[in-house]
Every structure is written in C-alpha cells, then in structure tokens.
C-alpha cells in the first residue's frame, strides 16, 4: 500500500503534515525536542512574542476545570530581539516550519514586530486574542474594524512573510471577523483563541487564578471551537487553521473535514509530551484505512446532505 | 525525561488522608536525582492536568518508583481509589534535584507536611552523609515515614498541635537545635509560607549556612514549556527575573528565589 501525503500546502509554504504545535504550550520547542525530533511537526507556532521582555502574570497561572484548563500566563516571553537572537537559529537548525505568533499593546507595536521578523519565519501569526493581558491582545479582536484595521497596517510590513491573523472566540461574530481579517489584508487565519472563563475556590471565596480570569481550553472547547471554525471556512476564502481541544487524530480529522487546512495542538501537549507525534501517526492511520491517498482530499469533505 | 506507562503495585494509606503509592516500570527511567518529581496522569479525561509529585523512593534504574500523596482534590481522591495492577502515564523524572558537594558532611533536612517525602530521597544519591532531620506534621495523626528516616537519620519531630514531638514547625525545630549540630548545608521542602520563615530565620540568626529549597507551584507541562509554574528571583543589579519551576527547579539556592 502507498503511504498517504500528509503534506499541504499554505500561503506557498509548504507543511510536512496539517498538524502544527500551538502557541503558548510549546515554548520554542526546546523542551519537546527532548522528547522527539521536531522536525516530525508541521510546524510550531512560537510563545507569543512582544516588542519587549515581558514577565506575564503572578502565579496561580493555571486551574484545572472539567474536561478542560484556564490559564492566565499573561504573555511572558523574552521580547523580539530575544527571540532572533536566541530562540530562532535553535529552531530553524530543528527542520520544522516556524509560525512566530506575535502580540502586543499598540498597533505599532505590532508593526514594530513584523517589520523585525518580515522574512526571518516561515508565516507570522498575530495575536489579537489573548484574554490574559491587561491592555492589547483581545482588544484589537473584537469589533470587525478593528480587525480590519490592525490587520492592515500590520500587512504592510509582512512583505516577504505570510501574515496569519489569530481570531478570539469571545465575539458577537466569528464571520464577520473573519471576513474582517480578509478584507484586511490577512493571508490566512486561525482559530479559536481561548474562551475567556473563571473558576473559584469555594471554601477560600477566591479565585483559582491570580488573574481571576483566564483562558478555557482543551476537550471542554471542542463542539463550540469546531463550530466556528466551520463557520469561518464558510465565511472567507484565504485558508483557515483550526484548532481549540484537539487530543486526538480523530478530533484533527474533524477540523480538516469542516474546511480547515492544518489544525494546531494546544492543551493536549500539556496532558502528554508524545500528544502531536501521536495525532499524526493517527491521521496517517485513518487515511490508509480509509484509502485517500492525499489528505487534501479530506479537507472541506464534510457531507451535510 | 520519558513518557511511559507506571504499574501500581501498591497503594496504601499511611497516615490522616496520606497514601502510598509504589509503581513499576518495565522499561526503567535510568538514573534518577534525589528531588526530581514526576508528572502522573490520571487516566480520566475529565481530570486533564497531570499532576506532579516528588519522588520518594528509586531503585538504580528506575524501575520502581514509590511517591507520597495528601488527600487534596479530585485528583488525589481519584489516586486513593486505584489498585495494585492499575496502570498510569507519567513524565519523568523532571526537575533539578538536590546535588550535594563533597565538602558536605552535616546534611540538615527540614521538612513540612508532604514536603518530607522528597527528602527521603537524599541518602540514595548520597548514602555516606551524616544526616539530621527536622519534620513537621499537623499532628500525631499525620505522622508518617517516621521510621524511614530514623533509618539514615538522627530525625526530629514538630507538630502544629504539640501531640507528637515538640510543638510549633519544622523551621523552629531546626533553629531550635541548629547550635548543637551546625550543618554543612541544609535542603528543605514544604509550602511556600514554611520555606519562607526559613529563609528569614537564617537571615535573623545569622545563619550562613548554604540552604536549598524545593519549592510548590501549580503546573502545567512539567516539561518547562507553558511558563504557569514560575517563580520569582531575587532581583540581580536591579533586574528581575522569573524561573520555571518545574524545569529550572523545583530546587532553588535559597538566596536565589523570592519567597
């Protein structure tokens, strides 16, 4: 039997395989790399990266909550120049593709980033979702003008680097605001952020996270994250990556079928270090028991009929 | 650090909601370092975090392993129900451990609550040390692994209540004796508020001694990529600084980290 394509094709870049590391649960990739060599990824997409060191959030950062988790971080990470300087050799000697996920506090910080890292990764993913940061991130994600207009003067400087916007979930509309990042300029976006939620001790009266609230994901985001991806695919023709609670090779399956062409893996590395190496093994697994060759031939195969 | 498959071969209860749990391993880990801790999963999807605990007990190889839990949370109620023959993941062994020089001689070990059971670990990587310990418990009922360390240690109790031992904690029973032993080094390990006191205890005392603390945080990973478990440095030339805990830790000179 042939051993099916796993590859596909984004912006012209193309990925070994549709499964690529999420942003925020992988660091840089060095601590992974321990585990298996990373170039068996798709790609990672990098800790979100700003223009300047940043030390996140005070601890408790994390709570566990039924089928899921809520994290608080708050975009700790070593600033951009760091990030070059450091991090990016490592993780372009590691032969996977590099998506440097970026966010910031204004729209020149965003710009300022891009500019630096224009031409240095393999796409550029901005952030403007996260719900863990007191001024940015999800600000600039929540009306579709500022969508658009952020993406567009962030596209300006993403000349030689494909520019995906990252959309939050805690919108009125997932359409419109990916239409909105279309419009805009993006070549590609991806979906879901975190769902912003809250858990409380109650013998304390406090609650679980030092930031009170932070970002839900894992298997509990699944249905709804599924949802909106396969109403955004809908809604825009630039290609969408999919992702929130994917654990397993059949949840990856699930995305790809709604319209996503590469799923990122989040949470799920949390729970096991072996959790992407094993979706991929699966997603290979379902194509040859199924008998597609290409799985291109899968994506946006949902029946509705 | 491997993810492998643990077979539960004994789970008991050894004191006031604290249990014992031995694994085996049929591919064994290799070498493991007093103070490194593992990241169980619980085999409930439900239950998605894996959770961390320090590592007791080790052969040379790894293959067995015994860890200490307190009845906390859904996940140590789950843990307290598994049987002999129950299989878990788990990532290990993780962390930096304690590492002794050989100038050591005088091991101080100061312990509270389940923070003691990492400690039992010291004398496998280090059997040719003169060892004192210094544990406390909330009370009598939580007494536990008191045997075990008498085995390799002159061992002392505190309890909360004064029911077994002397009354008051771990950091005052170890000031309270520390003229009488003057240790070469000192590993400590319980929570947060504990390490604490130690630290300004030293600092009131004049006490020079070189101090290692293992420190308790929430995680994640376990493996050092999600950045939850950090703590802070202390601040050099005026710049801070976090550190992971799981992966930059959990042992931290004292001077090091902020408390």
């Known amino acids: 039997m042939i051993k099916p394509s796993l590859k596909v094709n984004i912006c012209g870049i193309e990925f070994?395989?549709?499964?690529?590391?999420?942003?925020?649960?992988?660091?840089?990739?060095?601590?992974?790399?321990?585990f298996y060599p990373l170039s068996l990824l798709g790609g990672i997409s990098t800790k979100g990266t700003t223009l300047k060191y940043r030390a996140g959030n005070l601890t408790p950062r994390i709570a566990e909550t039924a089928s899921g988790m809520l994290n608080a971080v708050g975009l700790q990470n070593p600033g951009v120049d760091a990030f070059i300087e450091k991090e990016l050799p490592f993780l372009r000697a590691s032969g996977t593709r590099i998506i440097a996920n970026i966010a910031g506090n204004t729209p020149e910080d965003y710009m300022a980033i891009a500019e630096r890292l224009n031409g240095k990764v393999d796409m550029i993913e901005m952030n403007i979702s996260c719900p863990n940061v007191k001024v940015g991130g999800i600000a600039f994600g929540i009306l579709p003008e500022s969508v658009n207009s952020i993406t567009r003067a962030v596209k300006a400087y993403c000349t030689l680097t494909p520019l995906i916007v990252k959309l939050s979930p805690n919108v009125a509309s997932i359409s419109e605001n990916a239409k909105a990042a279309a419009e805009g300029g993006a070549d590609c976006i991806?979906?879901?952020?975190?769902?912003?939620?809250?858990?409380i001790d109650i013998k304390k009266r406090r609650p679980l996270l030092s930031n009170i609230t932070g970002g839900l994901?894992?298997?509990?985001?699944?249905?709804?994250?599924?949802?909106?991806?396969?109403?955004?695919?809908?809604?825009?023709?630039?290609?969408?990556?999919?992702?929130?609670?994917?654990?397993?090779?059949?949840d990856a399956v699930e995305f790809l079928l709604v319209g996503a062409q590469a799923v990122q893996v989040g949470t799920a590395n949390i729970s096991n270090p072996l959790a992407i190496p094993q979706i991929i093994e699966g997603l290979e697994r379902y194509l040859a028991e199924n008998k597609i060759n290409d799985i291109n031939e899968l994506i946006g195969g949902l029946l509705t009929d | 650090m491997r993810e492998l498959e643990l077979t539960i071969t004994q789970n008991i209860k050894i004191a006031e909601n604290i249990y014992r749990m031995d694994f085996s391993l049929t591919e064994g880990v290799g070498a493991i370092q007093c103070g490194q801790f593992l990241n169980l999963s619980l085999n409930r999807p439900d239950l998605l975090l894996k959770?961390?605990?320090?590592?007791?007990?080790?052969?040379?190889?790894?293959?067995?392993?015994?860890?200490?839990?307190?009845?906390?949370?859904?996940?140590?109620?789950?843990m307290s129900t598994m049987q002999a023959g129950d299989k878990l993941m788990a990532t290990l062994p993780l962390g930096n451990g304690f590492k002794l020089c050989d100038s050591y001689k005088k091991v101080a070990l100061i312990g509270g609550g389940v923070g003691i059971f990492p400690l039992l670990s010291v004398p496998l990587n280090y059997p040719d040390k003169e060892y004192y310990s210094f544990l406390g418990y909330r009370s009598k009922s939580f007494v536990c692994m008191k045997k075990e360390f008498e085995a390799f240690c002159c061992s002392r109790i505190a309890t909360d209540?004064?029911?077994?031992?002397?009354?008051?904690?771990?950091?005052?029973?170890?000031?309270?004796?520390?003229?009488?032993?003057?240790?070469?080094?000192?590993?400590?390990?319980?929570?947060?508020?504990?390490?604490?006191?130690?630290?300004?205890?030293?600092?009131?005392?004049?006490?020079?001694?070189?101090?290692?603390?293992?420190?308790?945080?929430?995680?994640?990973?376990?493996?050092?990529?999600?950045?939850?478990?950090v703590c802070q440095l202390e601040k050099r030339e005026g710049v801070a600084a976090n550190a992971r805990v799981c992966k930059d830790g959990p042992v931290f000179n004292i001077l090091e980290v902020e408390l």
């Open chain 1, 16 to 34: 070994n395989n549709p499964v690529i590391a999420a942003s925020g649960t992988f660091g840089f990739g060095r601590e992974y790399s321990e």
């Open chain 1, 190 to 199: 991806s979906l879901v952020n975190t769902f912003t939620g809250m858990a």
């Open chain 1, 217 to 250: 994901s894992g298997p509990c985001i699944k249905p709804i994250a599924l949802r909106m991806v396969y109403e955004a695919c809908k809604a825009v023709k630039i290609p969408v990556i999919g992702m929130g609670g994917i654990m397993t090779a059949s």
């Open chain 2, 51 to 78: 959770r961390p605990f320090g590592i007791c007990s080790y052969d040379k190889d790894g293959r067995s392993i015994t860890i200490c839990y307190q009845l906390a949370g859904k996940g140590t109620q789950e």
């Open chain 2, 161 to 229: 209540d004064g029911s077994l031992g002397q009354k008051g904690n771990a950091v005052e029973l170890f000031l309270s004796n520390y003229d009488s032993i003057k240790p070469d080094v000192i590993l400590a390990c319980g929570p947060t508020v504990m390490l604490k006191a130690l630290k300004k205890g030293l600092k009131e005392n004049n006490i020079n001694t070189p101090a290692f603390v293992s420190l308790e945080e929430r995680m994640g990973c376990g493996v050092g990529a999600c950045l939850v478990c």
